[in-house]
T-cell receptor, first 111, second 113 residues
Framework: EDQVTQSPEALRLQEGESSSLNCSYT??????LFWYRQDPGKGPEFLFT???AGEEKEKERLKATLTKKESFLHITAPKPEDSATYLCAVQAAGTGNQFYFGTGTSLTVIP | DAGVTQSPTHLIKTRGQHVTLRCSPI?????VSWYQQVLGQGPQFIFQ???????GRGNFPDRFSARQFPNYSSELNVNALLLGDSALYLC????????????FGQGTRLTVV
C-alpha cells in the first residue's frame, strides 16, 4: 500500500535556527512529490514539485531535495512568519492523478 | 489573477441533510479535484474531474458525488450527512490533471450537528 510519512509531527525552532523536515514515501513508481504550506483554517499553498531523485528546488529560505525514498524540506534561518504546517504529497503510477498526503509537520518559529 | 474560489466558506448542517459545495478553478485550468481534510490530518482524495469526466474516485461512500460543468467549475454533493462528515473540504485546480502542481482554494468548513 502506498504510504507517505512525515516527521517530526511538530517542531519548535528559535528564529534563525535552521532545520529539516522529512517526508518518506513507499510508492510504486513515483510520478511527482509535492510540498505545500498550510496556515490554520486555510487551503494548502503550493511550494515545490520534485520529479526525480537528485532534484533540488529553492525558494527564499526553503530548499527541497529528493532521493529514491524520501524528501527533505530544509529551512534556513527561519522567521516567525514561516510558522505553519508543511504537507508532503506524492503522485504514484497506476493510481490516477490523486495526491497522497502525509499528516504534515507543524512548525513553530519563536522570535 | 483570481485563484481557486470555493463557496460557501463555512456551513452548518444537521445530520441527514444534503449539502452542495462549489468550486471555480483558475482560469485556463481544466481539472478539478476534491479533498476532505479532518483536523490534524492530511487531505484525503475524494474525486478528480478533467474535461467534465470523472478521472478518479477515492475511498468514500456513494453519498458523495460530484460533477464538472462546461466552464470547468465543479460541485461536490454529500447526501445523508453524518457527524463524521464534518471537515474542511478542499478544491484543487490543475492545468491538465497530470503530474503537475495543483493549486488549492481556501476550503469550505462543514460542520454537521
Amino acid at each position: 500500500e502506498d504510504q507517505v510519512t512525515q516527521s517530526p509531527e511538530a517542531l519548535r525552532l528559535q528564529e534563525g535556527e535552521s532545520s529539516s523536515l522529512n517526508c518518506s514515501y513507499t510508492v510504486s513508481g513515483l510520478r511527482g512529490l509535492f510540498w505545500y504550506r498550510q496556515d490554520p483554517g486555510k487551503g494548502p499553498e503550493f511550494l515545490f514539485t520534485l520529479y526525480s531523485a537528485g532534484e533540488e528546488k529553492e525558494k527564499e529560505r526553503l530548499k527541497a531535495t529528493l532521493t529514491k525514498k524520501e524528501s527533505f524540506l530544509h529551512i534556513t534561518a527561519p522567521k516567525p512568519e514561516d510558522s505553519a504546517t508543511y504537507l508532503c504529497a506524492v503522485q504514484a503510477a497506476g493510481t490516477g492523478n490523486q495526491f497522497y498526503f502525509g499528516t504534515g509537520t507543524s512548525l513553530t518559529v519563536i522570535p | 489573477d483570481a485563484g481557486v474560489t470555493q463557496s460557501p466558506t463555512h456551513l452548518i448542517k444537521t445530520r441527514g441533510q444534503h449539502v452542495t459545495l462549489r468550486c471555480s478553478p483558475i482560469s485556463g485550468h481544466k481539472s478539478v479535484s476534491w479533498y476532505q481534510q479532518v483536523l490534524g490530518q492530511g487531505p484525503q482524495f475524494i474525486f478528480q474531474y478533467y474535461e467534465k469526466e470523472e478521472r478518479g474516485r477515492g475511498n468514500f461512500p456513494d453519498r458523495f458525488s460530484a460533477r464538472q460543468f462546461p466552464n470547468y467549475s465543479s460541485e461536490l454533493n454529500v447526501n445523508a450527512l453524518l457527524l463524521g462528515d464534518s471537515a474542511l473540504y478542499l478544491c484543487a485546480s490543475s492545468r491538465d490533471g497530470g503530474n503537475t502542481e495543483a493549486f488549492f482554494g481556501q476550503g469550505t468548513r462543514l460542520t454537521v450537528v
